[in-house]
Nanobody
Framework: QVRLVESGGGLVQPGGSLRLSCVAS????????MGWFCQAPGKEREFVAT????????YYADSVKGRFTISRDNAKNTVFLQMNWLEPEDTAVYYC?????????????????WGQGTQVTVSS
């Protein structure tokens, strides 16, 4: 069982930045591809970004390309989501997730473990 704990959410003005972190309890963290998803009120959970085990395979949702950056530090069992140029439409609960699949997936149904989520609110 992998326990994931997100942090770094908060209230930020439009155009601002936040850096989300997700720490995994699993010492074999490097065996998991990691993803970030978000869920806004009244909407379904959506894909944001994913990164492969070694960090070389990265994919983004079209809505965040050029603004968000996913990265990982396997030595610290941590995956990050740097969020720049935030927009009110980015307001949501952000979840990190882990999958044993060797190829990072854009589908939430391919992920085995989920964190509790961290709230991101973009508002002036």
């Amino acid at each position: 069982q992998v326990r994931l704990v997100e942090s770094g959410g908060g209230l930020v003005q439009p155009g601002g930045s936040l850096r989300l972190s997700c720490v995994a309890s699993e010492r074999t963290f490097s065996r998991y591809s990691m993803g970030w998803f978000c869920q806004a009120p009244g909407k379904e959970r959506e894909f944001v970004a994913t990164i492969s085990r070694n960090g070389f395979g990265i994919y983004y949702a079209d809505s965040v390309k050029g603004r968000f950056t996913i990265s990982r530090d396997n030595a610290k069992n941590t995956v990050f989501l740097q969020m720049n140029w935030l927009e009110p439409e980015d307001t949501a609960v952000y979840y990190c997730a882990a999958t044993t699949a060797s190829i990072p997936s854009l589908s939430q149904f391919d992920y085995d473990y989920w964190g509790q989520g961290t709230q991101v609110t973009v508002s002036s």
